[in-house]
């Protein structure tokens, strides 16, 4: 058996092991999926009344996009939960104590948490149909742009694997992952337009990773109305290729690095 089909082997194993998991704890499946139903009733039915992308856009059909990313997002934080539980149960020691790659308990996390998020964005996208939103731009592009959803959450499943191992702690993981996530998701156009921000938050929002996949998907769903993006910054105008750029990054530096700490961790 050659290293790479080991390494694939092993973690779908463990990926397995994790999505059993579901079975024993059903809980944890239904506030996945009920967390994106809430959000979409919320900002469509509470919120939406009271903001106007433009341009004749329906705020509905521009919300979705947005929720989408929130969610995919938001949903990467398992994999730093899940890591930082094995940790705290000494699971990650029974793991060293097989005979299986270094990498296949991160490989095996973060593919699980795939699961996960295709879950939810189809609950998402079953929601928004109710409440108005639709994909006109043919089945093709509305597959390419769930795919780069999934991607992008993929690469950040590995930034949250990374800091799961570097502070094994839920509570903590939680707390820091909130810091981080939730202000990335919001300081961008995922609920409001581009145009509505102020200075210096407006040239974070247009470079900002959640911005481009949010925009990316709008245009492969076709929901931005026929408009141009409403900056003209490089990574709005060219929102799909700026993310694939940022996964590659994340992808590239944070898996050594979780690679890395999880030797660490589990050899104390």
């Known amino acids: 058996m050659t290293t790479l089909t080991r390494h694939a082997t092993d973690g779908w194993v463990v990926a397995k092991r994790n999505l059993i998991k579901i079975v024993r704890v059903p809980e944890i499946l239904v506030f996945v999926l009920i967390s994106p139903i809430m959000f979409v009733l919320l900002f469509a039915y509470v919120f939406g009344g009271a903001i106007d992308p433009g341009d004749g856009v329906n705020y509905r059909e521009f919300l979705i996009g947005g929720i989408f990313a929130q969610t995919v997002v938001f949903g990467a934080t398992f994999t730093g939960a899940g890591l930082a539980e094995d940790m705290q149960k000494g699971i990650i020691d029974r793991f060293r104590s097989l005979p299986m790659s270094r990498s296949a308990v991160l490989v095996g996390r973060t593919t699980s948490d795939i699961v996960y998020n295709v879950l939810s964005l189809i609950i998402m996208a079953l929601t928004g149909l109710l409440v108005g939103w639709r994909m006109r731009e043919g089945v093709v592009d509305a597959l390419a742009g769930f795919l780069l959803l999934l991607l992008f959450a993929y690469a950040i499943s590995w930034i949250m694997a990374w800091v799961g191992l570097l502070v094994p702690s839920v509570e903590v993981i939680n707390n820091a992952s909130f810091i981080v996530i939730f202000p990335l998701t919001f300081v961008s156009n995922a609920f409001v337009p581009l145009d509505t921000l102020p200075g210096v938050v407006r040239t974070f929002a247009e470079w900002n990773p ?59």
Not at 234 to 258: D, E, G, K, N, R
């Open 210 to 268: 959640v911005s481009t996949v949010t925009q990316a998907s709008r245009e492969l769903f076709g929901n931005t109305g026929g408009r141009p993006p409403q900056s003209d910054a490089w990574a709005m105008q060219h929102p799909a290729v700026y993310t694939v750029m940022w996964v590659a990054i994340i992808l590239v530096v944070f898996v050594p690095l979780s690679v890395r700490q999880y030797r660490i961790a589990s050899s104390r």
